[in-house]
Structures are given as C-alpha cells and as structure tokens.
C-alpha cells in the first residue's frame, strides 16, 4: 500500500511538471519611450523567471493569456485566481513578477513604463516561440499598472518598435488602468487587436470621465481607438483585489485623476489637457 502511494505521488509531481514550467526571460531595461520607439540598444537588461501553465486538457496547442500584476505585485489571491479561471476555460498562462513595477513603486523610475512593456513583449516572444501554444492566440491581461500595460501594448508605435514582424496580441484586458498614456490620434496608432477596458464608477484613481474625454479626443480627431469599455457600478480602484477589504477610496495609491493623459506619438511625448466638461484647463497632476 505504502509503495503503491510513493508511486501515485510521483506520476502527480511527473503531471504538474508537464503542465507548470518556470523559465527565464530576458527583457531590456529602457530609459525611456522616446529611447525605445528610436529602436536605441536598452541601457541595460533584466532576467525574469516566468511560470507558464498549460491546462490540463491534452490538446497539442494551447492559446495563451500573460498576466501583468497591478504595482504592489503578484497576488494569489487576484492574479493567481485569475489565471487559474483563465486555465479552467482552456488557456495556457504566463504570469511574472515585474523589475518594472518595482522601480516605479520604490524609485518612482518613469522609464519604468517603457521597461514594463518591454517586459510583456518579451512574455508574448516566448509565449509565441512555445512549441504548445497558439502563437496567432496570444492574449495579455493587466490590473492596474499591469492594465495599463496591457492597453500600452495596444500601440502600434511600442509593438513595432519591439517585435520586427508583425506580430502582435490577439487581445488586451485593461483591469482599472493606471491613466497615464494614450496613442496620439493618429492612423494606424493602435495595433489593431480589440481592447477591452474595465473601469469602476468609483474609480479615483482614473474616473471614467478622463478616460470618456480621452476617448472623445480620438473620435473627434476621425482616429476613434478600438478600445471598448465596461463600467462597474460603486467599483472603486483595485475592485478585484479581496485582501484590500470592502471596496473603498484607497488612500495609499497616488491618483492620476488630475494629471493629463501623456500622448505617444510620432514627435514627443504630448498632454491632453481636457477637463472633465470638455473645455481645456491648465493640467493639475497631484496625489488625491
């Protein structure tokens, strides 16, 4: 009997090494936009261990989503349980701890963002290199800083500059994204893919109202983005974080509510100044 457990316990430990893999990705560490749309070297570069989960269904190829934490890190409790829905409904899963979102939440880096991209391009290279995985069926899914990676990587610009081909996610999830970029309005300023963006009414930190002004600029350049949005009536920030308690104004994440969205386009970096009624103000960026 004893023998006959070591054994069944083995061919378990054999099944979960077959389905998790825990690999290292190399991924550039840019100053910033302006140094990776110039496609300049990265200032330096970065090992990630990324763990790729595949269902346990047997088939040959699998689509694929990566996950991208929110700026406090990887959760169990709200990434982890994500992907393993994810995984329940038939899609392989790449999750990772960002250097990114480290030196933005310690050091305020803002090349950060660039870096974050860089980071989620480096994810879909592998996803797409994997010998079990759909390479045409690659979605990326972010919470937070990690949603608006996954809208950043929508930009025709960033993907571009990063991947020489063509190409590119099959899908974006925007959980509650941070607010701070848009693409110019511009042709050709987004990838193509859809973009789902997931806001809460409540949401502090990017109101629905500067990300519908946002949106209205598009639109009224003859540029509109293929970016649809879900409202969560009462959800504030972080919504589907359960160990930050009952839904609330969190006044330990500083709030872009007042900065204006950094447009990345074909010059410099621009601001959208736009008040919340439409009429131009001077940009107001402090923490709520």
């Known amino acids: 009997m004893r023998l006959y457990l070591v054994v ?44 790729l989960h595949l269902p346990d269904t047997g088939q040959d190829r699998y689509p694929a989503i990566v996950i991208v934490h929110t700026i406090a890190g990887y959760l169990e409790a709200n990434e982890g349980w994500h992907a393993e829905e994810f995984r329940r409904a038939g899609f392989a899963t790449l999750t990772y701890s960002s250097d990114a979102a480290v030196r933005l939440r310690e050091a305020g880096t803002p090349g950060a963002w660039a870096a974050a991209v860089a980071e989620a391009y480096a994810a879909f290279r592998f996803l797409a290199d994997h010998p079990r995985i759909d390479a045409k069926r690659i979605a990326i899914v972010g919470f937070s800083f990690g949603g608006e990676v996954a809208y950043l990587a929508a930009f025709e610009r960033l993907r571009a500059a990063i991947v020489p081909s063509e190409a590119r996610f099959a899908a974006h999830v925007a959980y509650y994204p941070a607010g701070v970029f848009g693409a110019a309005a511009e042709r050709g300023a987004y990838t193509g893919a859809p973009v789902l963006m997931l806001l809460g009414e409540k949401d502090d930190n990017l109101p629905v109202a500067k ?78």
């Open 8 to 51: 069944a316990l083995a061919l378990v430990a054999v099944a979960a090494s077959a389905t998790a893999q825990t690999v290292m990705v190399q991924s550039g560490r840019y100053t910033d936009f302006r140094q990776l749309m110039a496609r300049e070297a990265p200032a330096d570069s970065v090992i990630l261990p990324m763990t």
């Open 211 to 288: 990300a519908q002004g946002y949106f209205a600029y598009a639109r009224e350049a003859g540029f509109p983005p293929p970016v649809e949005v879900s409202v969560y009536p009462g959800a504030y920030h972080a919504w589907t974080v359960t160990t930050l308690g009952a839904p609330t104004f969190y006044p330990q994440y500083r709030s872009t509510r007042k900065c204006p969205y950094l447009l990345l386009g074909p010059s410099q970096a621009a601001l959208l100044i736009r008040a919340m009624n439409g009429r131009s103000k001077r940009p107001s960026c402090k923490p709520a």
